[in-house]
């Protein structure tokens, strides 16, 4: 259970996940909010379907990729903003995107 060091924000913004609704402080990270809903897992690798949620919370990892207005983007990298529809990223991906990414769903560098 992740609990905020500044439970009183000044400031909330509401947005969705999944079509549920989330209030969150302003300012705080898509990431940071839905870990501190009690959300764990965000994804499921396209290969085993594994459940994926942040880790790294710096941009490193990509485990914790979600669809915002159709755009995959790192979570721990976006600002929570009222109004924002957030979704999971589809587990069925193309053929080119799953070329790129090992059994666990990470991206792996191709060398040629
Ligand atoms: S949590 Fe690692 S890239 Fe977002």
Do not use: W, Y
Request: hydrophobic share 45%; with cysteine; aromatic share 6%.
């Amino acid at each position: 259970m992740f609990v905020s060091l500044e439970p009183d924000a000044a400031e909330t913004v509401v947005f969705e996940f999944d079509g549920q609704k989330i209030s969150a402080p302003r300012g705080i990270s898509v990431a940071a909010a839905l870990l501190a809903s009690g959300r764990s897992s965000l994804r499921a690798t396209p290969v085993s379907g594994a459940p994926r949620g942040p880790f790294c919370m710096m941009g490193a990892c990509f485990d914790c990729l979600v669809q915002i207005d159709g755009v995959t983007v790192q979570a721990c990298m976006t600002s929570v903003a009222d109004g924002l529809v957030v979704q999971q990223v589809p587990r069925a991906m193309s053929e080119t995107q799953s070329d790129h990414m090992n059994e666990d769903g990470g991206f792996v560098e191709h060398v040629k």
